[in-house]
Antibody, heavy 118, light 106 residues
C-alpha cells in the first residue's frame, strides 16, 4: 500500500524557518517525481515545488522561489521542503504528492499544517 | 500565466447527473485530471488522463476534455459525492489547478 506521511508541523514567526518531511512507503520511491502542494485555510490547492526522481531537477512556484528548497533522500525514501523567510501568506496545509505517469498526482499525504504568526 | 477556471459551486439532486466544467486555453491539447476533496481530508484523484478512473473510483465518475473545456460528470450523484472538486493540468513545466468547485447534493 502506497503511503506518504508528512511531518514537521509547526508554528513559526514571520521570517522564520521550518523543514517539512514526507516519508514514503509501499512503492519504489526513487522512480517517481515528487511534489509539494499547499492549501491555505478555506482556499484552493496551490502548487509549490517539484523534484525529479533522481533529484537532479527542481521547480518552484514564483511565490516561494528563493525562499523554499525541495530535496530528497532516496536512500531514506524521504522528501523534504526547507522553508525560509516565512510569510503569513505561507500559512497552509502542506501536502506531498506522487506524480503519476500522465501528470496526475495519484497519491497524497495527509498534510501537515504550517502556521506563520507572531 | 496559464489559468483554469471552474464555477465556484454546482448543486444537484440525489440521483441526478452533476457536471463540473474546467476551462482553459486549448485545454483539450493537454491531459486534465480531477480531484475530490472532502472537509478535513486530503485530495483524492478521481479522473486522470482526461477520462480514466483510478482503481477504486466508482463508475459514476467520468471525464471528458475537448477544445477549451474539460468536464467531470457524476452520474447518479450520491450524498457522499458532496465535496470540493479541483481540475488540474500541466502548462509546459508547471502544474496548474483550477480554483475548485463546491458540489452540493441537495
Amino acid at each position: 500500500e502506497v503511503q506518504l506521511v508528512e511531518s514537521g508541523e509547526g508554528l513559526v514567526q514571520p521570517g522564520g524557518s521550518l523543514r517539512l518531511s514526507c516519508a514514503a512507503s509501499g512503492f519504489t520511491f526513487s522512480r517517481y517525481a515528487m511534489h509539494w502542494v499547499r492549501q491555505a485555510p478555506g482556499k484552493g490547492l496551490e502548487y509549490v515545488s517539484a523534484i525529479t526522481s533522481n533529484g537532479g531537477s527542481t521547480y518552484y512556484a514564483d511565490s516561494v522561489k528563493g525562499r523554499f528548497t525541495i530535496s530528497r533522500d532516496n536512500s531514506k525514501n524521504t522528501l523534504y521542503l526547507q522553508m525560509g523567510s516565512l510569510r503569513p501568506e505561507d500559512m497552509a496545509v502542506y501536502y506531498c504528492a506522487r506524480k503519476g505517469q500522465y501528470g496526475e498526482f495519484d497519491y497524497w499525504g495527509q498534510g501537515t499544517l504550517v502556521t506563520v504568526s507572531s | 500565466s496559464y489559468e483554469l477556471t471552474q464555477p465556484p459551486s454546482v448543486s444537484v439532486s440525489p440521483g441526478q447527473t452533476a457536471s463540473i466544467t474546467c476551462s482553459g486555453d486549448k485545454l483539450g491539447d493537454k491531459y486534465a485530471c480531477w480531484y475530490q476533496q472532502k472537509p478535513g481530508q486530503s485530495p483524492v484523484l478521481v479522473i486522470y488522463q482526461d477520462n480514466k478512473r483510478p482503481s477504486g473510483i466508482p463508475e459514476r465518475f467520468s471525464g471528458s476534455n475537448s477544445g477549451n473545456t474539460a468536464t467531470l460528470t457524476i452520474s447518479g450523484t450520491q450524498a457522499m459525492d458532496e465535496a470540493d472538486y479541483y481540475c488540474q493540468a500541466w502548462d509546459i513545466s508547471t502544474v496548474v489547478f483550477g480554483g475548485g468547485t463546491k458540489l452540493t447534493v441537495l
